[in-house]
Each structure stands twice: as C-alpha cells, then as structure tokens.
C-alpha cells in the first residue's frame, strides 16, 4: 500500500515561506493498493497538485484511469479542490465519489454547490468524466481489492473515518475529529465509551492519520471545534496498538518550525510513557510517500462485513426524539434543528413529562439535561430503564457539564454529552446516535472456501463428541486469567455454532451460526476483541446481547489447522466492557495455539468417525 500526502493543512489553504515543508494545501491524501486501486482520501485543495500529476501518463505509467473519492465530509477544506480536480473533467476518467449520506441534500447536490455559477464557471454536469455518487452511513464495503470500514468521528458535520485495508496493511484516516470525552485531551485517562470505539477503529494500523489541529491549551478554548490535540491522538493509537501516527489538520496559524516542535514534543512525551516504546510519530508533510508493506501478512482480507453504502432510505425520517433541557431557548434551538431532519421532537420541561411521553410512545433518543427537574436525569434514567419503559439499546444521553463514567452504567445512561456545546454540534452527535440504530446486528459472512473449511473440521471428528478434560482446564484458565465469567472452545460447522468446551456456559452446548460472534473470528481469520458490544453495531442487537448470555465483551482466538483451515474460536466473554491489552492480547493467542494443538493432536491419533467410543473422554 502505498500512501503520499497532497494536502496537510485544516481549515484553509496557507501557502508560503513558513509552511514550505509541511505544505499549505488543505486535505488530500492519495492511496494506491499493489494491484493498482486509486483511493483518494480529501479533495482540499491539495488535490489540485494530485490531478496534475494522475493526468501526466509519463509520472504513472500503465496506470487505470480509474479512481475513487472518500470525503469525510463537506467543509470547505474537505472538497475545495474537486472544481480543480483535472481527472473529474477528462472524459477518459471514471470517478465513484463517497462521501457521509448528508441529510439536507444529496453529495451531488453539496458539490454542486460550490460550483455555482456566481462561484465556478463550470457546473458540476458538465465535468467530463464518468462519474457515480454514493452517500456512506457506517459500516464496511468494498472497492475492488480494498476493504474500506467506516465510522463516525466526532466533529460539527456529520462525519466518517475512513479505514482501508490492503495488501496486508491497514491504513486509518481519521479527519476532522475532536476527542467524546475532553478530559483525553492531554493525551491521559481512562478510554471508555464511544473513544474506547475509536480506538477499536483505529485498532493494529499500520499507519492512523489523524487530525491534531489543536494544542492542548489551544484545545481547552475550542473545545466543540471538531478537532483533536497530537496528545489524544496518540494515547488513542497506543491504547489501539498503532504502528505510525501521523499528525495533520495543522492549523493555519502554525509554520513548520511550530509543527516541528508540537512532534518533537509528543515524541518525548511517547517515549516516557510505559507503553510507548513500538510507535513512530511524525507530523505529515505535502508531498511525502510512504511504502506500507504488509507487516501482517497474515492479516485476512475481510469478506464483506456489512455494508457501509446506504441503501435503506433516509434513516433518519420517522425516528422520535424526546428533548428534556433546562433551557428553553436552548431546548427550541436544538428542536427546530433536529426536525429539519424530518425526526419527530417532543421537548419536555420536567422530568415527569420525561416518563410520561416515553410510556405513551416508542422513542428513538432521549436526551436529558443533568439537572432537569427534581429527579435529575440520572434518576429519570433509572427508572426508565428499571420499569423498562425504555428498552436497553434506546439511547438515553445526559448533558454535564463534568465527566462522569462511574454511574454511567448502573443507571443506564448511553453517554454523557459535555457542556458547552453548540447546537449543530448536538445535532451531528444525535444525527450519529440515530443513524448507528439503522443497522445494529450483523451475520458473519462465509469465509473464501467455506467446503473446504466444513470438511476439515468434519475431519476432526469432534462435532458432538462429549467434553474433554484437554480442552476443559484450557477453558478453565483462561476464565480464571483473564477474571472472565465465560470461555469458549467452539466450533463453527455449517449452519451452527457448537461449543466443544465451556466455562461458565454449561447449559448452552451450540447456537445458530448467525448469531455466533466466533462465526466472525473465523470469517477473519484474525483475532476479534469486541470492547463493548452495545457500541458495536455488527453486534449491538445481536440476541446474545440482547438476550442470555448478555455478551457485552468478547476476545476471540481463531483456530486455525496447519492445512489452513479455520475451524473455530476460543473466546473470553464478558458481561461487562473492558479492553484486552497487549500483554492480554498475547496470552489469548498462546491458550488460542494450544487449543489448535489439541485439534490437531486429536486428528493425528484417532481412527476415523468412531464417537460412540470416545463418551471415555467424557468428565461430565
Ligand atoms: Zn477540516
Ligand atoms: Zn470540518
């Protein structure tokens, strides 16, 4: 995978003497896979210097004339340069332009229009090249060899992170984004909900670009910008297992000698910490290339997870939201805003009329102030959820105006939503709550040769066999190390997930595949950790979630016999969230191998297909 930057620069283009090295342009960064797949991340205005050199056949010979456009989003200095993007006028060219399904308008319609004719000469019909709009929600699709995830950032429009993986590498551009919760600003603290998600997007890469506009102190004054400090980006990448980060969204006002000291600085602040001995940081500079060579060649080429491009209508239109502030102006603001997306609103003015608007109707959102009425949203939140007048996966989102995670759970709050805020800023976070519910659940797909799989494990002749003490104390411990009240040694056969060891999960001996979590571990063929579940939406409404056994964590092992096959998983499950470290990590895959070695162990000895015999093994 091969990676240059075009344009480096947030918010507006500074060409000059003080920003030679790390460059003017604003957002542009180009993506070629070994096999020729042109991704372009951004059109800022570095994209200009990009159409030049994609229209000159001497600098990329034999290349396709083919490209695709990922735009996280539509300000200004995220698209400035699709007018003065030479390929989008060349009638040889075929463009396929992405961008976040925007809500008011079609993407088409929001480039057109800058290319107004009071602002642009050419209308956006008259570009020659052939060219297809699709609008993204979050989720995962294809663009010939490259498996693109998206996901929400946290930023003022509506936004996607982009992850690409290719060749064995994966590359994560996340642009504009501003950390959930403020006190990860300085780069320290506690990773725990929707940061804890970002740092699962972000999990392994070999290279996070990452906005990083704002200093610390710079970011304390903005804070609700949309925009990261180098510090947060880092103790994210570290937390995610990040091989390269590099810095950009720098802002206007810096030159090259105030970028330089901001890495200079993260570097040494990196290398103090405990955990930040394997990570290389540098500031991304216009015109820099960068070879990432498959460090994990092992890693799979996901099969299609879900799919990302959004097909299902207008997601928002008929959801009901129930607005709970303080403040009435505030309140009628952020309501108008929010209807403008075609959602129903009731705003209410105390906590009664909270619970008596949630009995009356199905609600897709409620979102409270911290103070509101006599009983506090906490309390509100409670009862909610106890009298289950609002089921677990509505979102209930309490303003605060300090950060609160500690009562988080036992009350049922989703997430805290920290004062002050603007009010398109509370909308793009309630336009992403939203959008996260269209899709909440998702089956593993098959893996590449799936007969080939079935009869390898079939070979093993241990489907339906009784338990084995073998398996059993692998189990056992790894319950015991990881403090998990389940482990798993399960199986995927064709239509079903059977379960040859349990600790913790006697009374289930199999499952549907289709709600098996260890069908995706063996769909990867990599190793799964799922922090949170209900922050999942490949699992969120899963019925192992929803239901018994209430899978809120999940690490999953694949196992893979010698000849390649991928037979099955062995999992942690956790009732509640938590993360899996690196040292974690490790010791999964060294109980994971010795689980394969048992399978193999059992293949190499015994006579084929004679289970009545083997009831021996049986401990009960
Ligand atoms: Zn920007
Ligand atoms: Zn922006």
Known sequence: ??????????????????????????????????????????????????????????????????????????????????????????????????????????????????????????????????????????GAFDIEDVHVRTQYLNHTALTLGYRLEVDG????????????????????GPIVGSDLRHASFLADADLVVHDAQYTPDEYFKRVGWGHSTPQYAAHLCLAAGARRLALTHHDPNRGDAEVDAIVEKLRSEVASRPDGGDIEIFGAAEGQALELVGEAPGRPRHADTFSAVASVGPALVGHSVVLGLSDDAECAELAEAIRADGVKVTAVADTDAVLRTCRAGPASLVVLDEHLGDMGAVQTCRTLRREGILDGDVPIIVTTSRHETAETRTAGVTEWLERPFSTIYAR??????????????LRAPLSLEEDVRIAALRSLDLLDTPPEERFDQ????????????????????????????????SEIRSTSREVSFCAHVVAQRAPMIVPDTLLDDR????????????????????????????????????????QLDKAGARLLRDLGEKVGEELCARAATSPPRKRAKRSRDATG
């Not at 009240?485 to 056969?493: E, F, G």
């Not at 196992?559 to 509640?576: H, K, T, W």
Request: hydrophobic letters at 40%.
């Open 539 to 578: 699992f969120a409404e899963n019925p192992m979630v929803t239901g018994g056994p209430r899978i809120r964590f999940y690490a999953g092992f694949p196992l893979i016999l010698p000849e390649g096959a991928c037979v099955g998983s062995l999992c942690l499950i956790d009732n509640r969230p938590r």
């Open 169 to 188: 590498s994966a590359l994560v551009y996340a642009c504009d984004h501003e950390p959930f919760s403020r006190q990860l600003a300085e780069g320290e």
């Open 428 to 441: 793009a976070r309630i336009r992403s709550w939203l959008l996260r519910q269209a899709c909440r659940w």
């Open 474 to 505: 692998i189990t056992r411990r790894a319950a015991a190390l990881f403090d998990v009240p389940i482990a798993l040694v399960s199986l995927i056969d064709e239509d079903r997930q059977w379960i040859k060891s349990s600790y913790g999960l």
């Open 1 to 138: 995978m091969r990676v240059i930057f075009h344009g480096t620069r947030g918010s507006i283009a500074v060409p000059g003497q003080n920003t030679l090295r790390y460059g003017g342009n604003t957002a542009c960064v180009e993506m070629h896979s070994a096999a020729g797949t042109l991704i372009v991340l951004d059109s800022g205005t570095g994209a200009f210097g990009l159409g030049r050199s994609l229209m000159d056949p001497s600098a990329r010979p034999g290349m396709t004339r083919r490209g695709h456009l990922l735009i996280t989003h539509t300000h200004w200095d995220h698209i400035q340069g699709v007018p003065f993007f030479a390929p989008l006028f060349a009638p040889d060219w075929e463009w396929d332009l992405y961008a976040p399904r925007g809500l008011v308008g079609s993407l088409k319609e929001t480039l057109s229009g800058q290319m107004q004719s009071s602002y642009f000469p050419i209308a956006i019909d008259q570009l020659g090249a052939t060219i297809r709009y699709h609008e993204l929600v979050e």
